[in-house]
């Protein structure tokens, strides 16, 4: 085996640290990848796999990816998956001695929840990371997004309801806590400190002499952290950005919805992945991206507490006349939050600084433009900031800030008089260099000398050569080269000059970067309480959308209770509403579950609007919880402390579990986990299997909603039988979805009403969604001839072309008892019948 070359073996150490990721290895103006790396970025990334060089005799694979494009690059390898380690050069290359490679180092860890530079996060989303670690029996939560400084923590008994709720990019934990269909996002990463080791290490972090200092945290809920910590410094070569201090959540304070729920209901993400048709994209009025993540975060986590939801709709309330000057402060708002991120762990852009001088005069304006206005107190105040930082920052930063220093100015002339002296230097040389030529031309008396720049020789005077005498007389100057029709001179002054001027760039540049720091030390210094505005910020910024959405008239501010009352008049499905807009217009629709009929049975045709009244219904108890105005004419909302939300029949191939697997795993958990102060909504159930099997398992669970768990239900079904069992179950109402039939055919009036349907009209929706006619009439007289109790023979079956000797088949049947069959002997009954079907042909 051959040693490797002095820069591969920089690569297989800087490998060896990182051996889950891939490595960018930083050569020169690229990141290059080598050997497995190296193909599979190139096939994730459809960039071109060449080789450099050889190890152990092969030629090692290669590919790269230029400086400038990097991020481009990286957020495509991170949605695919990949972690990326980015090595960089330590040293310039004009300080390299001798042969040596350049030092390299990795400086980073790219991983889905590590992320801080807008090119790799969704402006309109959090991107959080979460950690979890177990102490005895409880099970500890962490959770941080780095790129806002957000901290949390909390005891979870209800793990896959915090991971709908928080939608982790990445989750550090060990191999033995299940993380279902998140199980992806886990690291490779696990180890959590022990208590004691978990609570000095925070401590330490935040620079408090105990954790304590920010409350009671559990031992779970402290390791937990710590690992979170533990992780960012690990991926961010041992700095810790900027974080609030760790803040704690009880399992209590927010409604609890599994991840099933979360994507039945489309809230953040729908169903196909998009965000277009989604419960978010419905009321979204923001105008910021950090207010857009406020107020996804206030969708995915509506309160249980009536007085903090309140406060949140007084504070939106007091907008309502008020909306117009707040937009447009906000409207110049900048990314706070993230520029802050980025700037704390040394890799801000010069634009970052100017997005916290932006940040700063839109704080001031927004403060100015808010009604003085109790509810909106806790709003106005973190955005009285420092003025000194602002004056500061408007006096040294330029206009136009470029997105990497030295491609352009950052700091404005007249701020640093050393700056400037450099600058000019850069500058001017050739104003300096024609004064200096005129000053020579005199004090020489030759008139034709010219100061030229010389490859070799930098500045130097040059004279004819019949001049050439009168310089060498002169002690000052050197002759350095004479030439047939001109002779060349140095001297003191101008080899001083030379070298200012070659010295001013770098010295102007290296002085930019010493203000750049400083002036960053000073934003950090004050990091607190510009993350506290950046939030106070986005919060008014989610707070006028709201505002701006009840300002239509159409929304209104719900009363949220403590009891299980539950009241909607004309309540209506904002998605489905805005897509009909165009074509049709939405039939809003009552919802009363008060206790006395707190089980609505709902049956109905197919594509009558079950689905929509059940989803609208739900939607609007987030709302309500969230704190957000309702799409409704009115609406008194009891606290739901759980909500469930079921379709049945949804497929779900891709996990390979069949549909009704999957509909009965989700309806076990209904009534495993639904309480009394829970709203379950639940479509279709029994969908999935065969008709008498569907109808029991429907019915049963219909009993178990009403005598045991006695919650607010919806029960959206098309077993219309149901609707006969008010007797047994007297909290059951049933309703049905209005239908007028005119000329033979149906219309859905998308209203419900009270009392069941007749019949389900499959064979009108056939009809409607294209069947040929004549299968559709077929379809209508089997209908009919079943209805009336014909039995499955002639003449049903008698228009069916056949050449079966029906006898025998008939036999055959005849002779068998399905309620004596072993299921062995089942199957080989189906197979003696296939037999005799395939012999008669
Ligand atoms: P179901 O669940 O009864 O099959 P859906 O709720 O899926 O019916 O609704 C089918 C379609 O009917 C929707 O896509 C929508 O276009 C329309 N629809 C539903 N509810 C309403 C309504 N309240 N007003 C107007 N159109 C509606
Ligand atoms: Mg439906």
């Not at 096939?43 to 005799?57: N, P």
């Not at 889905?112 to 500890?140: F, Q």
Request: charged share 20%; aromatic share 4%.
């Amino acid at each position: 085996m051959s040693s490797p070359s002095p820069v591969i073996a920089q690569w297989f150490a800087a490998k060896q640290q990182n051996p889950d990721a891939l490595l960018f290895f930083r050569m020169g103006d690229f990141y290059e990848l080598f050997f497995a790396d190296a193909e599979a970025a190139a096939a994730a990334l459809g960039i071109a796999l060449t080789a450099r060089g050889e190890h152990d005799g092969a030629p090692i694979p290669m590919c790269g990816v230029p400086i400038h494009a990097a991020d481009a690059y990286l957020a495509r390898l991170i949605r695919r998956g990949f972690r990326v380690a980015i090595a960089e050069q330590m040293e310039a290359a004009s300080a390299r001695t001798g042969k040596a490679p350049l030092r390299r180092e990795v400086v980073r860890l790219v991983t889905p929840g590590t992320l801080t530079e807008d090119s790799l996060l969704d402006g309109a989303r959090p991107n959080v990371l979460l950690a979890l670690a177990r102490a005895g029996a409880t099970l500890g939560a962490a959770w941080l997004d780095i790129s806002t400084g957000l901290f949390e923590t909390a005891d979870t008994a209800d793990l896959p309801a915090l991971l709908g709720r928080l939608d982790p990019a990445e989750i550090v934990a060990s191999p033995d806590i299940p993380l279902g269909d998140y199980n992806d996002r886990r690291t490779p990463d696990t180890t959590a400190p022990p208590p004691l080791a978990a609570r000095a290490r925070i401590a330490e972090a935040f620079a408090v002499a105990s954790l304590d200092a920010f409350g009671a945290f559990s031992d779970a809920e402290a390791m937990a952290a710590a690992l979170a910590l533990a992780y960012v410094q690990a991926t961010q070569a041992g700095k810790l950005p900027h974080l609030s201090p760790p803040a704690q959540h009880s399992a209590t304070d927010a409604l609890l919805m599994d991840a099933a729920t979360r994507a039945s209901l489309e809230i953040t993400r729908a169903r196909d992945g998009g965000t277009e048709h989604t419960l978010l994209a419905s009321i979204q009025r923001t105008i910021t991206s950090a207010g857009a993540r406020t107020l996804a975060a206030w969708l995915s986590a509506p309160l249980t507490d009536p007085a903090a939801i309140a406060a949140r709709q007084a504070a939106w309330s007091a907008l309502l006349d008020n909306v117009v000057p707040l937009r447009a402060a906000l409207r110049s708002a900048p990314d706070i939050a993230r520029a802050l991120a980025r700037l704390s762990l040394g890799r801000g852009t010069p634009r970052d600084l100017g997005a916290i001088r932006i940040g700063l005069s839109a704080a001031i304006e927004s403060a100015a433009a808010l009604p003085p206005d109790l509810a909106l107190a806790s709003y106005a105040a973190p955005l009285h900031l420092d003025p000194a930082l602002h004056a500061q920052l408007a006096a040294a930063l330029a206009d136009d800030l470029p997105a990497r220093p030295g491609d352009s100015n950052v700091i404005l002339p007249g701020f640093d008089g050393e700056l400037d002296a450099h600058r000019r230097l850069r500058d001017d040389s050739r104003r300096v260099i024609s004064g200096l030529q005129l000053d020579y031309a005199q004090r020489y008396g030759v008139a034709a000398l010219k100061i030229r720049h010389h490859a070799q020789l930098g500045y130097v005077i040059e004279v004819p050569a019949a001049s050439a005498e009168t310089l060498r007389a002169h002690p000052g100057l050197t002759l350095r080269q004479s030439m047939a029709n001109a002779a060349r001179f140095t001297n003191p002054d101008l080899t001083d000059l030379d070298r200012r001027i070659a010295e001013a760039a770098d010295r102007a540049a290296a002085r930019e970067t010493t203000i750049v720091a400083t002036l960053t030390a000073a934003i950090l210094q004050q990091a607190p309480a510009l993350r506290a505005a950046a939030e106070a910020l986005a919060a008014l910024d989610a707070l006028q959308s709201c505002a701006a959405l009840a300002a239509t008239g159409a929304w209104t501010r719900p009363v949220v209770t403590l009891d299980c009352a539950f009241a909607i008049t004309a309540g209506r499905h904002p998605v489905v509403e805005a897509a009909l807009a165009r074509t049709a217009r939405f039939i809003p629709n009552d919802c009363d579950l008060s206790p006395t009929r707190r089980i609505l049975l709902l049956t109905g045709p197919n594509m009558a609007g079950k689905s929509t009244f059940l989803r609208q219904n739900a939607l609007i108890v987030i709302l309500a919880q969230a704190g957000l105005p309702v799409p409704a004419a009115t609406a008194r909302v009891g606290i739901v402390d759980r909500l469930f939300s079921r379709v049945g029949a949804a497929d779900d191939l891709a996990r390979g579990r069949s549909t009704f697997m999957v509909e009965m795993t989700e309806t076990a958990a209904i009534l495993n986990q639904a309480g009394p102060n829970s709203l379950v909504v639940v479509d279709e159930i029994g969908r999935g299997t065969a008709t008498s099997d569907g109808l029991a398992i429907a019915w049963a669970v219909l009993e178990a909603l009403h005598n045991q768990v006695r919650c607010r239900t919806i029960f959206a079904t098309h077993f219309h039988e149901l609707a006969s069992l008010t007797a047994a179950m007297p909290q059951m109402c049933p309703h049905t979805m209005r239908v007028r039939e005119w000329k033979g055919d149906v219309v859905f009036l998308h209203e419900v009403g009270e009392g069941a349907a007749g019949r389900s009209w499959g064979v009108h929706v056939a009809r409607l969604a294209g069947i040929p006619a004549p299968t559709v009439r077929r379809a209508a007289s089997l209908l009919t001839a079943i209805e009336r109790g014909a039995p499955c023979n002639l003449p049903l079956f008698a228009a069916l072309p056949t050449s079966l000797p029906p006898d025998r088949l008939r036999l055959a049947l005849d002779a068998i008892d399905p309620d004596k069959l072993s299921p062995r002997e089942a199957l080989d009954a189906l197979y003696k019948l296939k037999a005799l079907g395939l012999s008669s042909e």
